[in-house]
C-alpha cells in the first residue's frame, strides 16, 4: 500500500451518507488501492437497500467518499444490520 494516501474506510466497518438516508446503512466490503504514484482508492460499500456503490477512498483528494457525505456509523444498536448484510453476501455468492 503507498504512504502517500490517506484512507477514510476500512473493510469491515459501517456507514450511511447524509442525505441518501434511504440507502440505510452500509458495510465497507472491500477498499482497493492502487500502487501506481496519483492512482485511485477505492471503497465498495453494500448498502441496506441491497446496492453496491463505489467510491473514491482518499481524504487527500477533493472526491474522496467523505466530502461526498459517507460518514462512519457507529450506533452499536445495529449490529442485525452487519449480520443481514453479511447473510445477504452469502446469499449472492451462493
Keep these: 500500500m503507498r504512504n502517500d494516501v490517506r484512507l477514510f474506510l476500512r473493510a469491515g466497518e459501517q ?6 438516508l434511504q ?11 492502487s500502487s501506481v504514484p496519483g492512482g485511485t482508492c477505492l471503497a465498495r460499500i453494500r448498502f441496506q437497500d441491497g446496492r453496491l456503490r463505489v ?13 461526498f457525505g459517507i460518514r462512519h ?9 452487519r449480520r443481514q ?3 445477504y ?3 449472492d455468492d451462493c
Design 23 to 33: 440507502w440505510g446503512v452500509g458495510i465497507v466490503e472491500e477498499v482497493m488501492t
Design 89 to 91: 453476501f452469502d446469499a
Design 55 to 67: 467510491f473514491h477512498n482518499d481524504l487527500d483528494n477533493e472526491s474522496c467518499c467523505y466530502y
Design 73 to 81: 456509523y457507529d450506533d452499536p444498536g445495529h449490529n442485525g444490520i
Design 85 to 87: 448484510l453479511l447473510a
Design 15 to 20: 456507514v450511511k451518507h447524509n442525505r441518501n
